[in-house]
């Protein structure tokens, strides 16, 4: 066994100081050591994608990542994404109004896919959420009503955004 | 419909509306709670020393230098922990069936790679596996058997001592007298050999566990994702020696099971025995290394079938032989015979076949030990007898479709050769519209027009029933010795006028809080918000079966719904007393009361019938005692309800790969009453993708030792976003005669017809080469070598 070392990592904007062993993985100490159980296992291989969280925005398999290197970073996970008091965000409740989940393993980890995919490419189309969606493995759904939830979710913040641009046109003519 | 507006059906009722998931909320916002996710003071974490042969005598274990290991606070091997074994059995006489005994932990003896040997516990999971590698067990290795042909080989080794030609079941069964002849005298006789691939269930979150003795309730209380709870409880009670009621079992939310949690584990058992003997919390979770090579798996059957048809592609006989390879052990409680008698008896399927013979075989191998697989057997049968129709039109040069069309069951109650009866369907009105949406769409056409110009497209269709709720009666008939089939449930309505619902049946996707849920507020009148259904405690939910074989809606769903009945009555009555008429004059508002039939102003809310139930007791009618709680119990009586799609698929082959590309998969499917649409289609897509998976790309391979080759993710093909394509449904609904809301199950019809439709779409696209694929995973290099020039 190896020696422990502190660090510090922001998970979520809250700052945790923690002594852990250097061998310890970023998605055993967000659901181990701070309890963010949201985040889930399953495969410790980097393949099934359920671990899926946010590092500086971009999605990254939890598992494959040791929590000792992402100090300073910024690490947001599924516990982020509701609203303060509690409401769904726009891209969970489109995965709810599309059954994009059944038993809801994987969820989490296709949510912030979605999420840090979107935030980069938010005017990509079907057949590119297809292709990124092809990252993480889902057993129930068979996958169309995920690609469905997130096309719907990219449509309607495009829509929404618009929407404000034109406002704001408006405004100033 | 858009998604985000849940419709309501005309009638207003909640069954049939697409209603938000119950279960969503908590899931989507990080809330939810599967078995890793609970965290016990004092909790420790075990995992398995496993063996590294397939089969051999154990001359040796040394735990010495795990119990040194930092951080290592016990190991235990099978004599140290003295637990009885699993064994599972059928009502059948040796040598039909034969009993063998599954220790919790290997004793002298190991059968396949990865069986547990020893457990070892520590402070935290990283500790843990320090310890395993400090295990050492010595083995006298013995020829381990890893196919089932080389099982059956005369004077091949035996994997257990107790059965003969590594035969632990084999019946034959209806057997029509002068089949043969038939056969003789047929005009076209057509024939199909096939092996199937084994395969992982594969839920995304693998098996796990988290137990304790808690002293004050005096129980080993197990959380443990189980479709079976009440199974997992009477095991353990019986392997530990303790009553079933210090024995709790609760279930979390769980990531999936088709069917790979329907069956008893023994890491399950080992666990909560440790936690037991330590008196601490303990907690298991399969890695997946483990989950893939040393979990339940399923699937790899063989068969050799003959079908005879007379001129005009009537079917005349069917003779087939089944060999199920179900590896070292019977699970329990459906035993090794799953497999083979679920095809045997069920094979005739959606045809009127008038001669029939089957003998059907479970072979014991070397390789992990198997349990149902979402569809068992039937994506198998349904596919060879698919395939026998598509040859058969071949040979008498007629239509796939208009051949299948002849032979369809168009009569309904229908009794089969095989002595089952099947209730109205609609087999071929689904299987008329599902190649009228394939020739709307153009696809017939497109093919045509692309033939010439070296693409390689195919049109492949499947048409079956899958028999949902099982009864008692239905599993008797198999001669289980442990019958499941009915299920109870327990209607409550509190002093807030709320309701809680037990089920003993187990969601672990399927949506129940939310479909039980729609079910209970139309009997009752209430919002579904008002609904909360309970399941998975053993303690709080009367003996249930759990979830498999498409039962839960079927059969707890009809328990939910006539225990609900029986507590309206009650608040019928209640309501009558205090409204001072006659019961016959009050119905259910539909808005959380009861009213006068003729005059709907008087009218006393559930809550206040509630405040009197239990708070002003003494105002209750003589004969209605306090408390507002109703159970009931429902078993299906007679043969158990038939769902039925058509399934057509449009393939494409890949010249230069030998990819098998889906360009057009469309299902036809009827469940009887949908209880909730969106519900219903996202299980025929799941399953269809489970389906796809079997025909196209998954496969557990196993090495000349019995090594499984199949230890991640890089190995077994879990296809993705981009191997599926997008599945169009239509809905028919014949409704169920005798369930309680109509409803037939709905879980595993995809998985069952999507390989037989695949697999003869690429045979149709294959058709100008005259070589003919009949095994599965259909492999790349398979369609390569067929698309070859001779």
Redesign the interface.
């Known amino acids: 066994m190896s020696e422990k070392q502190l660090i510090e990592l922001i998970v979520n904007g809250e700052t945790h100081e923690l002594i852990i062993e250097p061998r310890r993985t970023l998605v055993d100490v967000l659901r181990h050591d701070l309890e963010l159980t949201g985040t889930h296992v399953g495969c410790e291989h980097g393949i099934c994608g359920a671990c899926t969280v946010l590092l500086d925005g971009a999605p990254v398999r939890a598992c494959l990542i040791f929590a000792a290197q992402v100090e300073g970073h910024d690490v947001r996970t599924v516990e982020s994404l509701a609203h303060a008091d509690g409401t769904l965000n726009d891209l969970q409740q489109a995965f709810s109004a599309h059954h994009g989940l059944q038993c809801g393993f994987c969820t989490p980890g296709f949510l912030m896919l979605a999420e840090g995919f979107l935030a980069e490419r938010p005017e990509a189309t079907k057949e590119e959420i297809r292709e990124v969606v092809a990252s993480n493995l889902c057993r129930c759904t068979g996958y169309q009503t995920i690609v469905e939830a997130i096309d719907d979710c990219a449509a309607r913040r495009r829509a929404d955004l618009q929407a404000r641009l034109d406002a704001h046109a408006a405004q100033s003519a | 419909m858009s ?2 507006e849940p419709t309501f059906t005309p009638g207003g009722t909640w069954v049939g509306a ?1 209603v ?2 119950r ?3 908590r ?8 078995v ?2 609970i ?1 016990l003071p004092g909790m420790l974490h075990a995992q398995f020393v496993r063996s590294t042969v397939a089969h051999g005598v154990i001359t040796g274990i040394d735990l010495s230098a795990v119990r040194e290991v ?2 290592v606070v016990a190991a235990f091997t099978a004599a140290d922990l003295d637990l009885a074994d699993i064994t599972a059995v059928l009502d059948r006489p040796e040598p039909e069936f034969v009993p063998t005994d599954m220790p919790v932990l290997a004793r002298d003896r190991v059968r396949y790679v990865g069986e547990p040997i020893a457990i070892v516990i520590a402070r935290d ?3 843990v596996e ?1 310890g395993l590698e400090a295990a050492v067990v010595d083995y006298d290795v013995l020829p381990p058997i890893v196919t089932d042909t080389r099982a059956l080989e005369p004077g091949a080794p035996l994997v257990h001592d107790n059965a003969p030609a590594n035969t632990l079941l084999d019946v034959t069964m209806f057997a029509t007298e002068g089949i043969d002849d038939v056969f003789g005298q047929a005009p076209c006789v057509v024939r199909v050999r096939t092996k199937t691939g084994r395969q992982n269930a ?5 098996r796990g566990v988290v137990a304790e003795w808690d002293d004050r309730d005096e129980q080993l209380r197990v959380q443990t994702c189980t479709q079976v709870p009440h199974q997992v409880r009477t095991v353990l009670a019986r392997c530990t020696g303790l009553d079933e009621r210090s024995v709790r079992v609760l279930v979390p ?4 099971g ?1 069917g790979q949690k329907c069956v008893v584990g023994r890491e399950e058992i080992a666990t909560a025995a440790a936690a037991l003997r330590l008196r601490r919390p303990v907690k298991w ?1 399969e ?2 290394k483990d989950a893939l090579t040393a979990a339940f798996l399923a699937r790899e059957q063989r068969y050799d079938v003959r079908a005879a048809f007379d001129a005009d592609g009537r079917i005349l006989a069917i003779d087939a032989d089944v060999v199920c390879d179900m590896g070292a052990y019977s699970c329990y409680p459906f035993t090794a015979g799953i497999e083979p008698l679920m095809a045997s008896a069920e094979m005739p399927g959606v045809y009127r076949l008038p001669a029939y013979r089957v003998r059907g075989r479970a072979v014991t191998t070397n390789k992990a030990p198997t349990a149902p697989y979402r569809g068992v057997s039937r994506p198998q049968y349904v596919m060879v007898v698919e395939r026998l129709f598509e040859k058969a039109a071949r040979a008498l040069d007629m239509d796939p479709v208009e051949i299948r069309r002849r032979n369809l069951i168009t009569v309904f109650p229908y009794t089969g050769i095989n002595n089952i009866t099947y209730d109205p369907g609609s087999y071929l009105e689904s299987l008329n519209l599902c190649e009228q949406v394939l020739h709307d769409e153009g696809w017939y056409e497109r093919k045509r027009e692309l033939a010439g110009r070296d693409r390689v497209l195919g049109i492949g269709y499947a048409c079956f029933s899958e028999r949902t709720g099982y009864g008692s009666g239905a599993f008797a008939q198999r001669r289980m010795s442990v019958v499941p089939g009915f299920d109870i449930s327990e209607v409550r309505m509190d002093t807030s006028g709320t309701l809680t619902v037990t089920t003993g049946t187990l969601s ?4 129940h809080e939310t479909t039980m849920a729609q079910i209970v507020a139309d009997r009752l009148g209430v919002d579904i918000a008002r609904v909360k259904i309970q399941q998975g405690d053993t303690d709080r939910v009367t003996y249930g079966w759990g979830s498999f074989a498409s039962r839960s809606i079927t059969i707890g769903g009809s328990a939910v719904a006539a225990a609900s009945v029986k507590l309206a009555d009650v608040l019928r009555e209640i309501a009558a007393h205090l409204l001072e008429t006659h019961v016959e004059n009050t119905e259910l508002d539909g808005a959380g009361g009861v009213r006068l039939r003729d005059d709907h102003a008087k009218r006393l809310s559930f809550e206040e019938l509630a405040d009197v139930a239990y708070l002003r007791a003494h105002l209750l009618p003589k004969d209605v005692g306090p408390g507002l709680c109703a159970t009931a119990s429902f078993d299906v009586a007679g043969d158990g309800t038939f769902s039925n799609a058509t399934h057509g698929v449009v393939v494409e082959l890949h010249p230069g790969t030998g990819q098998v590309e889906i360009l057009r998969y469309v299902c036809v499917e009827d469940c009887g009453v949908a209880i909730h649409p ?2 219903v ?2 299980q025929c ?2 399953g ?3 389906g796809i998976a079997g025909v196209l790309f998954e496969q557990v391979g196993y090495d000349e030792n019995g090594e499984p080759s199949c230890a ?3 190995d077994y093909k ?1 296809p ?5 394509p ?2 169009a449904i239509h809905h028919l609904e014949t409704p169920c005669a005798f369930t309680e809301s109509g409803a037939k199950g709905a879980g595993e019809g995809g998985t069952i017809g999507a390989p037989a439709a695949v697999l003869n779409a690429v045979n149709d696209a294959l058709r100008v080469t005259g070589v003919e694929l009949d095994d599965t995973p259909i492999t790349p290099e398979a369609v390569l070598r067929a698309l070859e020039p001779a």
């Open positions: 998604p985000h697409s938000p998931r279960e969503d909320p899931l989507l916002a990080g809330r939810g709670r599967f890793d996710d965290h930092p951080g999971p990283y500790g320090d594969l839920p995304l979150e693998t939310d769980m990531g999936g088709f979770i890695d997946r672990h996707g399927q949506s969106q519900v289609e996202g897509r799941g269809i993708a489970q991640s993710f890089m879990v993705t976003a981009a191997e599926m997008e599945i």
